[in-house]
């Protein structure tokens, strides 16, 4: 796919911006969660919902696949912590992770309205994000697009932009 393909913002008669056929605020509402979550480091691993980024609900906690602890979580904080556990021995989800991913999803939503503003949209976000990667994650939330369109038609952006 090139850039030239990617879907266009289009305005509706109320004037209200849809990307692929979702609004801004349904857009929102997906890295919002709640989605479930898996974080692995090493042999430990903790498993449960996050929502905004913050652990809720109940989470699993085990050691090379044998569960050790189960937490109830409340906006990312232990409920009756079960004894022996202590959280910071465990993976759990980072919340400047998601701050960056909601930064970059509104950066998204307030700039992007056709495939040109791609290129533009990279060079806003660039020094905040460091790399591509957090800007091709934005564009696959923002349009609902897949890996593999949101790569190519950021790589034709840039290319676009070396040649202009």
């Not at 996050?50 to 090379?64: D, F, Q």
């Amino acid at each position: 796919m090139s850039l030239s393909e990617l879907p266009a913002v289009v305005i509706d008669e109320n004037g209200v911006p849809w990307f692929n056929g979702c609004t801004a605020e349904e857009r929102l509402a997906t890295i919002e969660g709640p989605a479930h979550s898996a974080i692995s480091v090493t042999d430990r691993r903790a498993e449960g919902v996050v929502r905004a980024g913050k652990r809720e609900g109940t989470w699993r906690y085990s050691i090379a696949g044998e569960t050790h602890f189960v937490v109830e979580h409340i906006d990312d904080r232990p409920v009756a912590q079960p004894p022996g556990w202590n959280d910071d021995d465990w993976p759990h989800p980072s919340l400047a992770r998601y701050h960056r991913e909601r930064m970059v999803l509104e950066t998204f939503l307030r700039e992007y309205r056709r495939h040109d503003d791609l290129g533009r949209i990279y060079l806003i976000l660039l020094p905040d994000v460091g790399n591509s990667i957090p800007v091709i994650r934005g564009l696959m939330d923002t349009l609902g697009v897949s890996l593999t369109t949101a790569k190519m038609a950021l790589e034709d952006a840039c290319t676009r932009a070396k040649r202009g």
